[in-house]
Each structure stands twice: as structure tokens, then as C-alpha cells.
């Protein structure tokens, strides 16, 4: 049995020290020296852990759903398709003549598949400021542990303009600064919808003020589709391209 009245603070110092000192020098990260920045620095420890696994969270997902196990459905391939899925999946074959295997799996409803590729251009070319709707979009991913559309989207993100330091701060988006207060709003209403499937009165109050109509409706598509591939691709297991 241990005497606690024999630990001084000194030696509780000098542990806690220690501790922070060898975790840091494990993942890298340069902590303060000073005993009484300590919880500066256990705070900054909390904060990177967060980050972490959020990020594992997302890759064990991957990894059980579309590791462990192959897809729930056949791809569509170009070789073995109907003249009306080849039609469609023609117009989806990247330069380098690879599909990618959302388009595939998506590729046994030509129907719906043709119907949906209009709509999802209209939805890049409207007014909605794009590093708003890719944000948006890895947001209800990452809500909904897709890996296949947050991988997509974070690519989709860092072409209009959003850093990879915000990639990695959006689990905390709310405590950070790495966000405007209007993606810190945009961001918000995207959880709320994405949980509840609903906003509160206040976020839609805020959004009014810096959105115009037609940029919440956008807005509120962009998460309602984000929630629709989301579920399509944790559903049906689709493999990471």
C-alpha cells in the first residue's frame, strides 16, 4: 500500500511532469516546461486527442465496413453492364478510365443514376459559397462515420479553399479558431440536421443573417445529400476508390 501522506507535491510535480515530458516525446508534440503551464498543456494533449480519434474513429469504420468485409452488392462493371448502365457509366469514366465505385454501385439503377447526375451539378454551380457546402459536406460525413464521402469531400474542400488545419480541427470546430464565425454557424446547422433532422430556431435566426434564401435552401440540400450518400455508401459497404 502506497503512503500518501509521504507524496509531497514536489514528487506530484515532478511525476506530472514526467507523464506530459513522455507523452510528448511519444507523439511528437514540444510541451512548456514551466510546472505551472502544465495544464495548459494537458488541455492541448485533450485537444490532439480529440482530433485523433475522431480520425480513428473513421478509419476503424472503414476498416470494419469495407476491410473486413467487400461490398454488400456487386459493382456494375463497363465489360459486364447492360447497354443502359454502360450508357450512363460511359459518362462517368475518369481519363484514366477508372470508375469510381460510388458510380458503380450506384450503376444498378441506370434510371436513378441519370436522373442524379444533373442534380448533383446543379448543386456545385449554385450561389452557395463552395468552402461553406464542402464543409458542410465533411461534416455530416464524419457525423455519420463515412469514410468514402469525407475522403472525397476533404479533397473536393481543399480545391475551394479549406485548409488542412480545419480538416483536422472540425470535430472541435466550435472552440476553434481555424473558423469564421459564419462556417462556425454553417457547421452548426449541419450537426443539427444531420442528428435531429432539424434546426433550431436560434441557428436559422443567425443563418438569416448572413445567407440569402437561396443559400440556405442550397445549404440544406447540400446536408440532405450529404446524408444520402452518406447512407448509401455505409449501407451498401462501398469500397474507398
Not at 480529440?50 to 461490398?71: D, F, G, L, P
Request: proline letters at 2%.
Amino acid at each position: 500500500m502506497i503512503d500518501v501522506h509521504a507524496v509531497g507535491e514536489r514528487d506530484i510535480q515532478h511525476a506530472a511532469r514526467q507523464t506530459v515530458y513522455t507523452i510528448g516525446d511519444f507523439f511528437g508534440i514540444d510541451f512548456h516546461g514551466d510546472i505551472h503551464r502544465l495544464e495548459c498543456d494537458l488541455e492541448r494533449l485533450c485537444r490532439w486527442f480529440r482530433n485523433v480519434a475522431s480520425k480513428v474513429r473513421i478509419r476503424a469504420t472503414h476498416k470494419n465496413h469495407y476491410n473486413c468485409r467487400m461490398a454488400r452488392l456487386p459493382y456494375v462493371e463497363l465489360e459486364t453492364a447492360s447497354p443502359e448502365q454502360k450508357q450512363v457509366l460511359e459518362k462517368l469514366t475518369q481519363k484514366s478510365g477508372k470508375i469510381a465505385n460510388f458510380w458503380k454501385m450506384w450503376g444498378h439503377s441506370p434510371q436513378f443514376l441519370e436522373a442524379f447526375l444533373p442534380f448533383n451539378k446543379a448543386l456545385a454551380k449554385g450561389t452557395l459559397d463552395p468552402k461553406l457546402r464542402e464543409l458542410a459536406y465533411v461534416k455530416a460525413s464524419e457525423i455519420n462515420d463515412c469514410a468514402y464521402c469525407a475522403k472525397a469531400h476533404k479533397a473536393g474542400g481543399l480545391r475551394v479553399g479549406v485548409t488542412e488545419q480545419q480538416l483536422q480541427e472540425l470535430a472541435n470546430y466550435a472552440t476553434s479558431s481555424s473558423f469564421s464565425e459564419l462556417e462556425k454557424l454553417v457547421l452548426r446547422y449541419t450537426e443539427e440536421l444531420t442528428r435531429t433532422a432539424k434546426s433550431s430556431e436560434e441557428v436559422m435566426a443567425e443563418l438569416k443573417k448572413h445567407l440569402s434564401p437561396r443559400d440556405i435552401v442550397e445549404l440544406s440540400v447540400t446536408v440532405g445529400l450529404a446524408n444520402l450518400t452518406n447512407r448509401f455508401n455505409m449501407s451498401l459497404m462501398t469500397d474507398l476508390d
